[in-house]
């Protein structure tokens, strides 16, 4: 008698050489967010010394809203390409790609009109940094869809690669800009570098992005997709309206100080902000060839990242104040008293993305949708409110309680969703 899934799979630990696969994979993850994380901490530190505090919370206001932006162009294109295509025949993936990466490229090209119009008619740093932001959006996108297609097909060594290229392009590009000095000068500097890699990602996989078929993908998958687009824009919406509160309560300096505090944490941070690249399909994978070990997976995934955030905060304590004045310049003196808020807040976010993957790869999109909107309804109220009794080290506090909590919601809807599946009635195939 072998007992069988729910679809008629059959249910095995993985075996030695499908272990190294995933360890292999997974290792190509971390470089690539190792990359993807040096890159983002160079370019938020360069810039935070080269403009102070005022000016680098414009710069700020830019990079939050491009957060907002990713997160609509991975709910409708790269989220479900990686939940449904992964592992999948070539033909298969390929053809996925295309459409994928085409809607991505669709989405730049709309929204980033819409930032273009805004920033012209806002005008001053402000309405310059936006309207470099709405010129560099596509290939911004398109970028960041290729890393979720080499994933998917399990080939994370390239996007590692074009993070690299992505990287070495930054370096002449924010030279430039240095040499300008401007909030937009900085903004086209890293869009611009963007572009570059997207275009190098197009040479990768052998692939033109078709917009053509962007309405096809976008009726195929609106089950997921639009489902993720909400949940996905309570993240990085939440965060904008922190940001957009946060200046108008406190003042625009106050928005540079927590970024600059966000990037002492910066590893932790960008791996985050892209941990679905590798764990939603290795979740998806662990799901098919053992369902029963989905929440030991989830469980060592998060629990690990928050371990690390903890750690690298303890770490940031330690440091003498002549190192941090190296790195951010005069921003230091006031992030450092956000260290602890920050460094909890980054903890608990990473112990849910544990559980977030988990929901993802199970496709309870509706599960995943409901904590998403609680956690960033409170992640606003937190952020907000502690920023009206308690300034900026208010706003850090309550964002942190927020997210420690947010996490434990997260958890309570994967073991629900767990349960669900597990009381499945399980067909078993009498062998003679």
């Known amino acids: 008698m072998t007992a069988m899934s729910a679809q008629g799979e059959k249910t095995t630990a993985p075996t030695g050489p499908a272990r190294r696969a995933i360890a292999g994979r997974l290792s190509w993850g971390l470089a690539d967010q190792a990359a993807s994380s040096l890159s983002n901490f160079v370019v938020g530190v360069y810039v935070a010394r080269s403009l102070g505090v005022t000016a680098f919370g414009v710069f700020s206001l830019a990079w939050v809203t491009y957060g907002v932006v990713l997160s609509v162009s991975r709910g409708l294109a790269t989220d479900p390409l990686v939940v449904r295509f992964s592992g999948v025949s070539d033909v298969s993936w390929r053809g996925a790609v295309a459409r994928s990466s085409g809607t991505a490229l669709g989405v730049g090209g709309v929204i980033g009109a819409a930032c273009l119009m805004v920033g012209l008619a806002v005008g001053g740093r402000v309405g310059s940094a936006f309207a470099g932001l709405g010129v560099m959006v596509p290939g911004l996108l398109l970028q960041d869809a290729w890393r979720f297609a080499f994933f998917a097909a399990g080939t994370g060594r390239k996007a590692f690669v074009n993070d690299l290229v992505w990287g070495v392009a930054l370096v002449p590009a924010m030279v430039l800009a240095a040499r300008v000095g401007s909030v937009a000068a900085f903004v086209l500097a890293w869009g611009g570098s963007a572009a570059v890699a997207a275009g190098y990602g197009c040479f990768q996989s052998g692939i033109r992005p078709r917009m053509t078929g962007a309405r096809e993908w976008l009726r195929e998958h609106r089950d997921l997709g639009y489902r993720y687009l909400v949940e996905n824009v309570g993240v990085s919406g939440a965060s904008q309206l922190r940001a957009y509160g946060l200046g108008a309560i406190v003042g625009v300096s106050a928005v540079g100080v927590v970024r600059g505090a966000e990037l002492l944490l910066g590893p932790f941070m960008a791996v985050l902000m892209g941990l679905s690249l590798v764990t939603v399909a290795e979740a998806a994978q662990v799901l098919r060839r053992a369902p029963h070990r989905l929440g030991a997976f989830c469980l060592v995934l998060g629990g690990g990242q928050a371990v690390a955030a903890l750690l690298w ?43 977030a993957a988990g929901l993802r ?14 956690a960033s309804t409170c992640y ?53």
Request: proline share 4%; glycine share 18%.
């Open 380 to 432: 606003v109220i937190g952020g907000l409110g502690g920023a009206a009794v308690g300034g900026t080290v208010g706003s850090a506090w309550g964002v942190a309680a927020a997210t420690v909590g947010g996490s434990a919601v997260w958890w309570l809807q994967l073991r629900s969703a767990l349960r669900e599946r597990h009381h499945i009635p399980i067909r078993e195939v009498r062998t003679p």
């Open 313 to 355: 905060g303890g770490a940031l304590l330690l440091m003498p104040d002549r190192f941090g004045e190296l790195v951010l310049g005069d921003v230091w003196h006031f992030a450092s008293k956000l260290i602890v808020p920050v460094t909890l807040g980054v903890a608990g976010a990473g112990l849910g993305t544990g559980a």
């Open 361 to 374: 790869a199970l496709a309870a999109a509706r599960r995943s949708l409901r904590c998403q909107l609680s």
